[in-house]
């Protein structure tokens, strides 16, 4: 009996996906546990797999489609199965897009073309990925191609089609071509029409490659930047600068490693060692741990510590729920548990959410100092820098260099003012200094 295949909720905050690619298609075979297709939330990609044997017998998502949550994607059944009964209200059903796909080449007309573009709405005009790969790789213009697709989108069988009836070129014609990218001309000097190597030299030198290539931003990128904009727009951000004396967690650094040397499970590195200290002065300093909801202040009592990742689909910022109740050791293996299925794509969305106070760490990129953006309605975020000698006085009183690691804080100056912001920064300039593991 034919099984739907729905796209999954990921998050009870999470109403709608982005599809991202099929890695099946239409009319193969699949086993369970194989993987159909990935999609992505506004915070993370995921991959979906087959929840039974059968055939795909219809899709009814396309690259860059937002799907609602527990909403039909495909169908999975036996050859010849009715799929009727899935097929979701509003949406495209799958025999329609392969009325031209699979008619023959004579009855592929104009009308048959309209007729798909109505019964398949959307926004999906110019050129399909895989019709464009093929433009590229034939060295083919698609300006003047009429696409058969929905809404008169460009698929690869129009451009198969354009290439049947365009003029045969010589190799050496394509291969200058390639290398110039540009794209052969419609009709040749050789016989019948044949393009050759002094028809593709002789194209007009505009045409030659361009120095600069488009690339659609992904769902996740658009969110950061969103995010990014609204946050600098709408919120009255300062930055602090300081630095603390690094010798104590250095010297913690190179203790762990020799512990581990021995059977150390934790391997705790400066960013876990600074992530405690700033826990305890937020702990101290309860003023910034803070939400700024426009009209009022919200005050937690426990520290959720928010820290950005640099993940393969963009900026993600996990949170450690109640970080002021864990050991140095228990905020390290958190840190790199939601680090690691965030590098992966497969963090849960809710670990995303409900941060206090956010770390955000360019230290390892030799970065000295920087202006970290706010994550509202958060009203503070501390940078963490590099390590650098800086001069000072010693213990004994002479002249001399010592490790002092940059920190950067800000701040929203309408939910705090200076001072308050100030003497946090200096609680955990306090707090690095007298580390101790």
Not at 99 to 118: F, R
Not at 298 to 317: E, I, K, Q, T, Y
Not at 362 to 385: C, D, H, S
Request: proline fraction near 5%; charged fraction near 25%.
């Amino acid at each position: 009996m034919a099984e739907a295949v729905i796209m999954p909720r990921q998050g009870q905050s999470v109403e709608s996906c982005i599809f991202s690619e099929w890695f099946v298609k239409k009319g193969d075979k699949v086993s369970k546990g194989d993987l159909l297709f990935a999609y992505e939330t506004d915070k993370a990609a995921f991959e979906q797999e087959a929840p039974a044997d059968g055939i795909l017998l219809a899709t009814f998502a396309e690259e860059g489609d937002e799907i609602p949550v527990l909403n039909v994607v495909a169908v999975i059944g036996e050859e010849g199965e009715s799929i009727d009964a899935f097929i979701p209200s509003g949406e495209k059903a799958p025999a329609v897009e392969e009325i031209v796909k699979d008619a023959p080449a004579e009855e592929v007309n104009e009308e048959t073309a309209l007729a798909v573009s109505k019964v398949l709405p959307g926004d999906k005009t110019g050129i399909s990925p895989r019709a464009r790969n093929l433009a590229v790789a034939e060295r083919m213009a698609t300006d003047q191609i009429v696409g058969t697709g929905p809404e008169g989108r460009i698929i690869e069988r129009d451009i198969r089609s354009a290439l049947q009836s365009q003029p045969k070129a010589t190799p050496l014609a394509k291969a200058i071509a390639s290398h110039e990218k540009i794209s052969l001309p419609s009709k040749g000097s050789g016989e019948q029409g044949k393009i050759m190597a002094r028809d593709v030299k002789q194209m007009p030198s505009v045409t030659l490659s361009e120095d600069y290539t488009d690339k659609k931003i992904s769902n996740i990128r658009k969110i950061i930047s969103d995010n990014m904009y609204e946050s600098l727009a709408n919120t009255a951000q300062l930055t602090l600068h300081s630095s603390a004396d690094a010798r104590n967690i250095m010297a913690a650094r190179k203790a762990v490693k020799a512990k581990m040397a021995d059977g150390y499970a934790y391997n705790i590195t400066i960013n876990d060692m600074v992530s405690y200290a700033a826990v305890q002065a937020l702990m101290k300093n309860p003023e910034i741990n803070i939400h700024f909801m426009g009209d009022s202040i919200r005050s937690f009592s426990n520290v959720h510590l928010g820290f950005a990742v640099d993940a393969p689909r963009g900026l993600m910022v996990p949170t450690v729920q109640h970080a002021n109740h864990l050991t140095i050791e228990g905020i390290s293996a958190k840190m790199k548990e939601l680090a690691e299925a965030c590098q992966k794509g497969n963090i849960n969305p809710e670990a995303l959410q409900g941060a206090t106070f956010t770390l955000t760490n360019l230290g390892g990129f030799g970065i000295e100092m920087f202006t970290p953006v706010l994550n509202p309605p958060q009203a503070g975020i501390l940078g963490i820098n590099t390590i650098t000698q800086q001069p000072a006085i010693l213990d004994d009183g002479t002249f001399g260099f010592i490790p002092k690691i940059g920190l950067s804080l800000t701040f929203d100056h309408r939910a705090l003012d200076g001072a308050p912001a100030a003497r946090f920064l200096q609680s955990v300039v306090q707090e690095i200094k007298a580390f101790e593991l």
